[in-house]
T-cell receptor, first 115, second 114 residues
Framework: ELKVEQNPLFLSMQEGKNYTIYCNYS?????LYWYRQDPGKSLESLFV?????AVKQEGRLMASLDTKARLSTLHITAAVHDLSATYFC???????????????FGTGTRLQVTL | GAGVSQSPSNKVTEKGKDVELRCDPI?????LYWYRQSLGQGLEFLIY????????KSGLPSDRFSAERTGGSVSTLTIQRTQQEDSAVYLC????????????FGPGTRLTVT
């Protein structure tokens, strides 16, 4: 059974600081997704990582994937209050078989950026 | 363009009643997924459709839960004889297919069983 673990579960950081959220998963996969969820809202897609070594950046967020280590990171640079939300990683076990499949989500990391 | 829509946005029902939740995927998306999100269990997969077929129903928690999809579009998730532990936010997602299976989520239906 695929297990996806995120840490930390909760992160309080000051504006302007840097930090990294980690996502470990237990079974080989080369498809990993990061989502953001604001309170009371649905999931917003942030990044799709499709191969070993993939790195994607959008604004102050950068995500990377190491399939050999079964690890993805979401790095936050110079945090701002607007980044406060819960961040989920999700793994697609299907790999490259060419069909759709379910996502297994991590526990989520609640990020609070304080002034 | 229009995203995934779900209805109702909120549903309060009495224990033992049946409920139907509806999902309208993004036009042209062939795959449709149901998940639920609850405080105790996090985000859990329920079922996924490819077209009108459901190749993976492994996440449905009991035989009180069923889902169907018609015309390769709208899907309904039915919960019979609701229990308090069914209270959660039910999220629907759809994806286009091809080589990238990014799933786009709807706003969810918050179900409260009293």
């Amino acid at each position: 059974e695929l297990k996806v673990e995120q840490n930390p579960l909760f992160l309080s950081m000051q504006e302007g600081k840097n930090y990294t959220i980690y996502c470990n998963y237990s079974t080989t996969s080369d498809r990993l997704y990061w989502y953001r969820q604001d309170p009371g809202k649905s999931l917003e897609s942030l990044f799709v990582l499709l191969s070993n070594g993939a790195v994607k950046q959008e604004g102050r967020l950068m995500a990377s994937l190491d399939t050999k280590a079964r690890l993805s990171t979401l790095h936050i640079t110079a945090a701002v209050h607007d980044l406060s939300a819960t961040y989920f990683c999700a793994v697609d076990m299907r790999g490259n078989t060419g069909t759709a499949s379910k996502l297994t989500f991590g526990t989520g990391t609640r990020l609070q950026v304080t002034l | 363009g229009a995203g995934v829509s779900q209805s109702p946005s909120n549903k309060v029902t009495e224990k033992g009643k049946d409920v139907e939740l509806r999902c309208d995927p993004i036009s042209g998306h062939t795959a449709l997924y149901w998940y639920r999100q609850s405080l105790g269990q996090g985000l859990e997969f329920l079922i996924y459709f490819q077209g009108n077929s459901a190749p993976d129903k492994s996440g449905l928690p009991s035989d009180r839960f069923s889902a169907e999809r018609t015309g390769g579009s709208v899907s309904t998730l039915t919960i019979q004889r609701t229990q308090q532990e069914d209270s959660a936010v039910y999220l629907c997602a759809s994806s286009f297919g091809g080589n990238i299976y990014e799933q786009y989520f709807g706003p969810g239906t918050r179900l409260t069983v009293t």
